[in-house]
């Protein structure tokens, strides 16, 4: 049974990784315009603090046997902090300073978490209030996916879910929740079963619209009020010249919900 887990947890590792490293192509984009444009740097933050307290519960003096948590959480969070300086540095000064701040909140949150853990809590209260801790931020991301499915509904166009991410969400997500049911982990397979579940909902409209260009102004128009809505809504963290934007953008909304696979 623990071969059995180890090899569904180095699974979650790499389909988590590409999700991790899906952004790359906004961030090439943002380095060769020198201007982060119309690009939100808050999905980023946001991701990080995620990883952050995925990676600290996974260690062994929080959560024993949880180490495969603990190595793709701890690079998700490197790689994170790595998009948000490049935003940092090319990002407006007004929007650089919100962003500086929010980065500053990021940070109070973890430390709060992991000084309390280590100093007040011991045994099964401090893996409980880590656990819980990783779980909440886990699961109230999921918002941001919903918003690209419910696109996908009202254009009847898959053209900004790309399946291969669509894809790539299902089995991170399957793949830590089989991972955390094997190790009797809630806080492991709870928020995976969730991601799992929406990554098949997402390959579902794929297979029904798939075929289905929709109407190319309603979506384009949909794309832009969907970027909108996560500008005001956000808790947090795709052909010509505009298309490309957008689906870059929905692009970013998906990879949101890597934190939430792992």
């Keep these: 049974m623990d071969v059995v887990r180890f090899i569904f947890g180095i699974l979650g590792n790499a389909t988590a990784l590409f999700l991790f490293l899906s952004p790359i192509v906004t961030f090439q984009r943002i380095i060769r315009k020198r201007s982060t444009e119309d690009f939100s740097g808050v999905p980023y933050n946001m991701t990080m603090l995620n990883c952050l307290l995925s990676a600290w519960y996974g260690l062994p003096f929080i959560s024993p046997n ?5 190595t793709i959480n701890g690079t998700g969070a490197v790689i994170e902090a790595v998009y948000v300086m ?6 407006p000064p007004k929007m650089r300073i919100r962003m500086f701040g929010l980065l500053m909140v990021v940070i109070s949150i973890f430390s709060t978490v992991a000084l309390v853990s280590l100093l007040a809590l011991h045994g099964s209260h401090r893996k409980l209030f880590c656990g819980l801790a990783a779980t909440i931020f886990s699961i109230a991301m999921y918002a941001s996916p919903l918003s690209i499915m419910r696109l996908v509904i009202k254009t009847k166009s ?3 879910m790309p399946f291969l991410l669509s894809l ?5 997500g399957t793949s830590w929740f089989i991972y955390g049911l094997l190790g009797r982990d809630p806080f492991v397979a709870v928020p995976n079963g969730c991601g799992s579940f929406l990554g098949t909902l997402q390959l579902i409209l794929y297979a029904i619209y798939r075929n289905n260009k929709g109407n190319e102004i309603d979506a384009n128009n949909s794309a832009r009020d969907s970027s909108v809505e996560m500008e005001e809504t956000k808790h947090t963290n795709g052909n010509g010249t505009t298309n490309y934007k957008d689906m870059e953008q929905g692009n970013d909304q998906v ?3 890597i934190v939430s696979q792992v």
């Excluded at 949880?66 to 603990?70: F, K, Q, T």
């Excluded at 790539?168 to 991170?172: A, E, H, K, T």
Aim: hydrophobic share 65%; proline share 0%; with cysteine.
């Design 66 to 70: 949880n180490l495969l948590v603990s």
């Design 255 to 257: 990879h949101q919900k």
């Design 158 to 160: 898959v053209e900004y």
């Design 86 to 91: 490049i935003f940092l540095i090319f990002a």
């Design 168 to 172: 790539f969400v299902f089995l991170c």
